[in-house]
């Protein structure tokens, strides 16, 4: 198994009256609660945690994409990634991902990728995302061609990083004339792709098709089953088995010394980050056409309760998060593992509005105790794929 | 009211797909183009008009009963798309009534080919951008929120708005709302060029706008009446942008009194 610390970066003095005052964390939550002063000194903190994981010997450290949002302050995961480069030593650098969908200019993804892999001397992952629905309000992208749009930008990214030759780039929402980015990535063919996936059934057929690697986002582990399951079928269907380090779980991560004290600590912030960090409303999540009819008909039947009415308690016993001392995160991993089958985990320690030092306690632990408890599962390929699939 | 006309639906098989018609009437023709809501629907601001006129009231590409059209991509292809259903139709010059985003179409419509469009009536439409009086932009409403923009009076959105809508009527109005965001995303309901051509529309025009619309302003009715020629314009109190969801004998009579009086003006004819 492979372990990812992977961060958010998100900004958690909310004003008093968020919960009644404000409908969201996102879009139109007014900016000037950000404070530069606080704002300052978390982007250092933040990066400072990415940087000791790389010290514990976690396999990778992760940033991600996000615009208009206290959810998380990296509008250019880029920007992130180039600051950990040539700080860490051994850690991959694992940009999950740029929002190639609302880029405007998605070549320009292209050539920032192919600087970072020799920034890290090719220990950059490139995750692709379409960008959450609100990110095309906010950066003014028809959402009904968000699909087209990322698929058009990965095929013309891929052409770019592996063609030796100058090409012409025509498609619908894209055109170049003259492609022939200098430099071209270190790593061969380029560096390894990571797609996030919530649920839809195009993703996975994508994902599958390409070989990549197909990350959850954060669901209860009876819904993420159904998701790898899918997937593993998509693959099966092209006549193989993925390696279940192709298959990544996303989730919060809490250890303390004890049960009692992780639960007692982890409490507030796991319920920051599902009740104000994800309040997001489906008109924001899934502007018109953001999802094809299908999808949006798994996602109404799937029954999911919207993030702000999960208890704590539900959090906790459907998956959505992981939270004990070192043996109980070891078990609870060990159980989903054999659940879900995934052989990667990209774990959210930094959780909420937690401080910094309970966030370096509890990655230490968990690099500690942790990970060499559970750092031989899903390391091979099963014989068997697991059942119901 | 009962209906008494006898409504056809029909279906019009074009080049990219099928586009949904609901039909119903007789005297001149007069074409409807619906608003982000109301596709499929004969209503009884319909039923009104087909008292006087042959009401044919298509469903625009991925809205309704109608197919997507993928390639129908932005106003223009609409207009295009248009131009195609009213020969398809055999209509030359019908009388051609649009609301909100259907008015929209209809102004580009008479723009293009001002020839094609016997008279015009645009009720509360979008398609002009004036940066001071922004139209609210529907795409972030809630449900409740939604039914408090479009409706003076509330106690007439329930039938637009059922308070326990099951999947599939979801999914209806998430498509029907995909359609729209397809032609008026960016630049948000509008076409910025619209109004420096409204000057080549020549049917006789009547814009009419709700006192009370919380959704297009209605400086947007005083600019579409100020820059086509010789347009008229009427006001409708106590209503909100639902319009002839809300107020529909008064919409229907403000529709049937212009374009009785109009139709041999214009010359509005199949």
Redesign the interface.
């Known amino acids: 198994m492979k372990f990812v610390f992977f961060h958010l970066m998100p900004y958690p003095y909310l004003p008093d009256d968020f919960d009644s005052k404000h409908p969201s964390p996102s879009?139109?939550f007014p900016n000037r609660f950000f404070d530069p002063q606080l704002g300052n000194q978390l982007y250092h903190r933040y990066l400072d945690e990415l940087e000791h994981a790389d010290t514990l010997g976690f396999d990778g450290i992760g940033v991600n994409e996000h615009h208009q949002t206290a959810y998380g302050l990296m509008p250019s995961p880029n920007i992130m990634a180039a600051a950990l480069a040539r700080r860490t030593q051994n850690a991959q650098i694992m940009v999950l991902g740029n929002a190639i969908g609302i880029r405007g200019n998605p070549l320009r993804v292209a050539e920032e990728i192919a600087m970072l892999d020799h920034l890290t001397n090719g220990r950059l992952a490139s995750g692709f995302v379409r960008g959450i629905g609100w990110e095309?309000?906010a950066h003014?992208?028809?959402?009904?061609r968000s699909r087209d749009r990322f698929t058009e930008a990965h095929d013309l990214i891929i052409k770019a990083w592996t063609s030796d030759e100058l090409f012409q780039w025509i498609s619908p929402n894209y055109e170049y004339r003259y492609v022939n980015i200098w430099p071209r990535p270190l790593q061969k063919p380029h560096p390894p792709i990571y797609i996030p996936g919530a649920g839809s059934t195009e993703t996975m057929k994508f994902v599958a098709e390409k070989r990549y690697t197909y990350m959850s986002v954060y669901a209860p582990s009876r819904v993420v089953r159904r998701w790898f399951d899918t997937y593993r079928q998509a693959a099966g269907e092209l006549g193989y088995v993925p390696h279940p380090e192709k298959i990544g779980l996303s989730i919060p991560i809490y250890v303390a010394e004890t049960d009692e004290r992780a639960h007692r600590e982890a409490r507030p912030h796991l319920m920051w980050l599902f009740h104000r960090g994800l309040k997001q409303?489906p008109?924001?999540m899934?502007?018109?056409?953001y999802?094809t009819?299908s999808s949006?008909?798994g996602l109404?039947?799937a029954g999911m309760k919207p993030f702000p009415e999960l208890t704590y308690e539900e959090i906790i016993s459907e998956g959505y998060a992981i939270v004990g001392s070192p043996d109980s995160v070891a078990n609870r991993i060990g159980e989903l593992q054999e659940e879900l089958g995934f052989g990667l985990i990209i774990g959210l320690f930094s959780i909420g509005d937690i401080t910094h030092e309970q966030t370096v306690t509890s990655m230490e632990l968990f690099a500690g105790h942790v990970i060499p408890a559970v750092r031989s599962l899903g390391a091979e390929v099963p014989e068997a794929v697991p059942a119901g699939t | 009211m009962a209906n008494e006309t006898v409504v056809r639906e029909e279906f019009l098989d074009m080049p990219g797909g099928r586009v949904h018609v609901l039909r119903g009437g007789t005297g001149a023709p007069l074409l409807f183009l619906h608003a982000a809501g109301g596709a499929g629907q004969w209503l009884q601001y319909h039923e009104l008009l087909a008292r006087r006129f042959e009401v044919i009231a298509p469903d625009h590409p991925g809205f309704g009963g109608s197919d997507d059209f993928p390639e129908v991509e932005g106003m223009d292809d609409l207009v295009y798309h248009y131009l195609d259903v009213l020969a398809r139709l055999g209509l030359e010059r019908p009388h051609v009534v649009g609301a909100s985003f259907g008015g929209w179409l209809a102004a580009e419509l008479a723009v293009h080919t001002p020839d094609a469009v016997g008279s015009l009536v645009l009720l509360s439409a979008a398609g002009l951008r004036i940066p001071e009086h922004p139209i609210a932009d529907l795409f972030l409403m809630t449900p409740p929120q939604l039914a408090a923009a479009l409706f003076h009076d509330m106690s007439k959105a329930s039938a637009v708005f059922p308070p326990d809508p099951d999947v599939d009527t979801i999914l209806a109005a998430y498509r029907d709302m995909a359609g729209l965001a397809r032609f008026s995303w960016a630049p948000f309901l509008c076409n910025p060029k619209l109004e420096r051509r409204l000057h080549r529309i020549t049917a006789p025009t009547l814009v009419v706008w709700p006192s009370e619309d919380k959704l297009v302003p209605i400086a947007h009715g005083h600019r579409y009446a100020e820059l086509i020629p010789n347009a008229a314009f009427a006001q409708v109190e106590n209503c909100g942008h639902a319009m002839y969801f809300e107020r529909p004998e008064e919409f229907a009579e403000i529709t049937t009194e212009f374009l009785a009086m109009g139709a041999e003006l214009s010359g509005a004819s199949r």
């Not at chain 1, 003014?140 to 009904?144: G, L, M, R, V």
């Not at chain 1, 899934?286 to 056409?289: K, N, Q, R």
């Open positions: 879009l139109t095309h309000f003014s992208i028809d959402p009904t409303g008109e924001i899934f502007p018109p056409g999802m009819q949006m008909r109404l039947m």
